[in-house]
């Protein structure tokens, strides 16, 4: 099986990404982002959410919810149902806006950030990875996947090479013209992971991705996880599954919207080879 990073991704320390962007460990950074000197990529402190539904019903999503990440960890989000998982997730990929509190995205105050500062990190700075996919039915693989490109306004011919590479780099280059309807589930997942990182991003988000997929498929999109994550890659991922979660760094426990503990994963050392 084909994982990122292979097919020349770049490793070391000052390469930079395709479009130029500078990178480390071939995950790109951006200029000033005080995160490349060891500060926290992500920093939430005292975030609330609140919605307000039909008749004025008041639900509080997230109560007062603190949480910094570091530049190039793995982390798996777990918490009961209704606990706050998606929508602190939805926040950090800039795709909802808390109701009061502050996150800061490389150091930088996400509230403070114009409409199209906030478009420009969605596409470039962030990957998002949905549960139900969110692929258009009716396009082909290549097409989905070349979608963010021609939001940023790459060229034709050079937004078809990327998403042909980034189908390529995690298994699917011989699916390129297959509609998403015609793909299986876990195939389907694997479009939605190239899309996420047919943009290059440093930060990649991802909502119950192994939650559609049977154990074996499950198994196999972790390791495109795995392989993400060492290419330097910030990975989050929300979860319900003790066993996915164990394939991350560290576990943050949510519950009622807060928090609840952090959780740092012990992995088995490697068996020692066989004489």
């Known amino acids: 099986m084909t994982t990122p990073g292979s097919g020349g991704a770049p490793s070391s320390e000052g390469a930079s990404s395709g479009d130029g962007t500078p990178s480390v460990n071939g995950a790109p950074t951006v200029d000033g982002d005080p995160?490349?000197?060891?500060?926290?990529?992500?920093?939430?402190?005292?975030?609330?959410?609140?919605?307000?539904?039909?008749?004025g019903l008041e639900v509080r999503a997230l109560r007062g919810l603190d949480l910094a990440v570091e530049r190039g960890e793995f982390i798996a989000i777990m918490g009961p149902s209704g606990s706050?998982?998606?929508?602190?997730?939805?926040?950090?990929?800039?795709?909802d806006a808390p109701t009061s509190g502050s996150y800061k995205l490389a150091g930088l105050e996400v509230a403070r950030m114009s409409e199209d500062a906030l478009a420009e990190v969605r596409n470039r700075r962030i990957g998002f990875i949905f549960q139900a996919f969110n692929?258009?039915?009716?396009?082909?693989?290549?097409?989905?996947?070349?979608l963010p490109l021609m939001y940023r306004g790459v060229r034709p011919h050079e937004r078809i090479e990327r998403a042909a590479a980034a189908l390529e780099r995690i298994g699917l280059g011989d699916r390129l013209e297959h509609r998403s309807n015609e793909l299986s589930g876990g195939q389907r997942q694997r479009v939605a992971i190239a899309r996420a990182l047919v943009t290059e991003p440093d930060i990649l988000l991802a909502?119950?991705?192994?939650?559609?997929?049977?154990?074996?498929?499950?198994?196999?999109?972790?390791?495109?996880f795995d392989a993400i994550h060492r290419e330097g890659r910030t990975v989050l991922m929300v979860t319900h599954e003790a066993d996915v979660a164990q394939h991350t760094e560290r576990?943050?426990?949510?519950?009622d919207g807060v928090v609840e503990s952090n959780e740092r994963v012990v992995k088995a050392p490697a068996p020692a080879p066989t004489p």
């Open 35 to 55: 995160s490349a000197d060891g500060g926290p990529v992500i920093e939430a402190r005292g975030l609330h959410k609140v919605y307000t539904m039909e008749g």
């Open 84 to 95: 706050g998982k998606s929508t602190l997730l939805q926040i950090l990929g800039c795709l």
């Open 135 to 146: 692929l258009l039915p009716r396009a082909t693989a290549l097409r989905n996947v070349a």
């Open 207 to 224: 909502d119950e991705p192994t939650g559609n997929l049977d154990s074996r498929t499950g198994e196999e999109i972790l390791t495109l």
């Open 251 to 255: 576990i943050v426990h949510i519950r």
